[in-house]
């Protein structure tokens, strides 16, 4: 599959600050690499997606697979209940599934907790409808590249990508500079490449 022209721009630039145009696997596979690494710093809110899930029929306790329904799923956000007329309900309470018990010995209800790559609801209701909100990684494949650090912040993506690239093959005078771009010099993080994500994080990341 083709690269698409984003991902091709970012890797030329990457070319500019390592010199080194003839690693060309190598330097897709650091902005790649560079592309989760920035987006993974923190939850932000152009990160987040939300879909309505249906289930095959109402019931009180219901599990679902957060990747077959959005593939590129991080971490959820929040459940709501709804309905066939897309009408909304109250939030689901997140729960840790040792806390899934009150204190007069029943299942908590109203509650979601992550069990390995599912998600666990008790409802209090019959329910078949959710809106399902959570946080999702950026699409790295070749064709399909989408980041909006890549379109809103480029040369933030093209150093830390060279960066990448530096200390893979031990250039670390490339790399010593590289990482004092990011993080700005000693006791002046808001001087560095990575203060620019600062504006970008969501007030009440998920539990």
């Not at 650090?149 to 530096?166: C, G, N, R, S, W």
Request: charged share 20%; aromatic share 14%.
């Amino acid at each position: 599959m083709a690269i698409n022209s984003t991902l091709t721009n970012i890797i030329n630039d990457v070319y500019i600050l390592t010199k080194r145009p003839q690693a060309v696997d190598r330097t897709k596979f650091a902005v790649k690499n560079a592309t989760l690494k920035l987006h993974t710093r923190d939850f932000f809110p152009k990160d987040f997606f939300e879909t309505g899930i249906q289930f095959p029929s109402a019931s009180y306790t219901l599990q679902f697979a957060p990747k077959s329904i959005v593939p590129l799923f991080r971490a959820p956000s929040y459940l709501r209940k709804s309905d066939s007329s897309s009408g909304l309900g109250p939030f689901l309470d997140y729960m840790d599934p040792r806390e899934a018990i009150d204190g007069y010995g029943y299942d908590k209800t109203d509650a979601y907790y992550m069990a390995g790559t599912n998600i666990n609801i008790n409802s209090s209701t019959a329910l078949q409808y959710l809106i399902f909100g959570c946080y999702v990684y950026p699409n790295i494949t070749d064709g399909y590249y989408a980041s909006w650090i890549a379109d809103e912040l480029p040369y933030l993506l093209t150093v830390e990508a060279a960066l990448k690239f530096a200390l893979e093959t031990g250039n670390t005078t490339l790399a010593k500079g590289l990482q004092l771009e990011l993080e700005g010099p000693p006791g002046q993080p808001e001087a560095g490449l990575y203060s620019q994500l600062t504006s970008q994080v969501v007030a009440n990341p998920p539990d």
